[in-house]
C-alpha cells in the first residue's frame, strides 16, 4: 500500500470530527464534535492486504470517509463515503437515522450505493458499565448494497473489550475491539473467515 498516501491519511486524522462505523458499513451514529479516527487493518500471508481509513467532519451531521484498500483479487483503490445524519440515536428510546453515497467513485468490491441506516442504542446497567452501550444498525441500498440488508453490532463485554459484528452484503466480519490504551485502539477480526488485525487511532480536541 502506498507509504505517501498512508501518511497523509493519518495525519488528516486529527484536524476534524468523524463519523463512527463498526467495520466497513455506515451508521447513524455521528461521534461528537472534536474527535477525530484513523484506522489501519492488514491482513493475509506476509500481511499484503488491507485498507487505511479516515472518518472527517465537513459541516455539522455531514461526514466524509476517505480510504485506499488493497483486497483479494482486487487493485489497489482509493474512494470515499459521505454521509448525513438526520438525526442521531437516542439511547433506549429512539433510533438514528443517516443517508449517505458508499464507494462514491466505484472502485471496491460492493460498488457505489445510496443508503439508509438506522441505528439502534442500549444502555448498559451492571456493576461494570460506566458509559457503555449496545448498538444495532441495520440498513439498505441502490447499487451495490441492493444486495440486500447490512447489518453491524457492538456488544460491550467489559469496560474497554467490546464484541463487534457486521455483515456487508457479501460475508459476515467479527471479533473483538480493546482499547488497553486510551485513544488507541487494537482489534482482532475474522473478515470471511479470514484473520484480520487492525489499530484504530482517536483523539478528541
Aim: aromatic share 12%; with cysteine.
Amino acid at each position: 500500500m502506498n507509504r505517501s498516501l498512508a501518511i497523509c491519511l493519518f495525519a488528516l486524522s486529527f484536524v476534524a470530527a468523524c463519523a463512527d462505523r463498526v467495520v466497513t458499513m455506515p451508521s447513524a451514529y455521528a461521534i461528537q464534535n472534536g474527535e477525530a479516527k484513523a484506522e489501519v487493518l492488514t491482513f493475509g500471508k506476509d500481511l499484503q492486504f488491507g485498507w487505511i481509513r479516515l472518518d472527517a467532519q465537513v459541516i455539522p451531521f455531514v461526514e466524509v470517509q476517505a480510504y485506499a484498500s488493497k483486497l483479494p483479487g482486487q487493485r489497489q483503490s482509493v474512494s470515499f463515503n459521505a454521509q448525513y445524519t438526520i438525526i442521531q440515536p437516542f439511547a433506549d428510546l429512539m433510533p438514528g437515522l443517516s443517508v449517505g453515497i458508499f464507494d462514491a467513485t466505484n472502485e471496491t468490491e460492493i460498488g457505489r450505493s445510496l443508503y439508509v441506516a438506522a441505528t439502534f442504542v442500549s444502555n448498559i446497567y451492571s456493576d461494570w458499565a460506566e458509559a457503555e452501550r449496545i448498538s444495532l444498525t441495520i440498513g439498505g441500498g441502490v447499487g451495490g448494497l441492493r444486495r440486500g440488508l447490512f447489518v453491524g453490532l457492538q456488544v460491550p463485554m467489559f469496560r474497554h473489550v467490546e464484541f463487534i459484528g457486521e455483515y456487508d452484503t457479501k460475508r459476515i466480519t467479527a471479533g473483538i475491539d480493546i482499547e488497553a490504551i486510551p485513544n488507541i485502539g487494537a482489534r482482532i477480526l475474522f473478515r470471511g473467515g479470514q484473520p484480520t488485525l487492525g489499530l484504530q487511532f482517536r483523539r478528541l480536541f
